[in-house]
């Protein structure tokens, strides 16, 4: 089972970044999938949520009205669309998958106890 992060880098502030989640050897399109974030020094924070038929999504405050999340299960990707980045959105971005086939709306932030399988990670970094 893998599941990569894809499309981290470096942008200025006010740019766009689009981050892939991409499964390989499950179907993904069974299960919510979360997105998180970490800053050095700072816990790991849950972002987004997206179900597994895609009809249901919840952001965090931080990000809500900036970012968001979207699925192609025909591809197995889970996408993360940033728009208007902020410095203080630099961190390392992870997404992570939540095995119960029960889990099919989303609420407020992911908690990550909640998500059970997680991807490597890729740099979001915001600066000019």
């Known amino acids: 089972l893998q599941l990569v992060e894809i499309g981290g880098g470096d942008v200025q502030p006010g740019g766009s970044l689009r981050l892939s989640c991409v499964a390989s050897?499950?179907?993904?399109?069974?299960?919510?999938v979360g997105w998180f974030r970490q800053a050095p020094g700072k816990e790991r924070e849950g972002i987004s949520c997206?179900?597994?038929?895609?009809?249901?999504?919840s952001y965090a405050d931080s990000v809500k009205g900036r970012f968001a999340t979207s699925r192609d299960n025909a591809k197995n990707t889970v996408y993360l669309q940033m728009d208007n980045l902020k410095p203080e959105d630099s961190a390392v971005y992870y997404c992570?998958?939540?095995?119960?086939?029960?889990?099919?709306?989303?609420?407020?932030?992911?908690?990550?106890?909640?998500?059970?399988?997680w991807g490597q990670g890729t740099q979001v970094t915001v600066s000019s």
């Open positions: 050897e499950f179907n993904l399109g069974y299960y919510a």
């Open positions: 992570a998958t939540n095995w119960n086939e029960d889990f099919r709306v989303c609420a407020g932030a992911p908690r990550e106890g909640q998500y059970d399988y």
């Open positions: 997206i179900s597994p038929s895609g009809i249901s999504t």
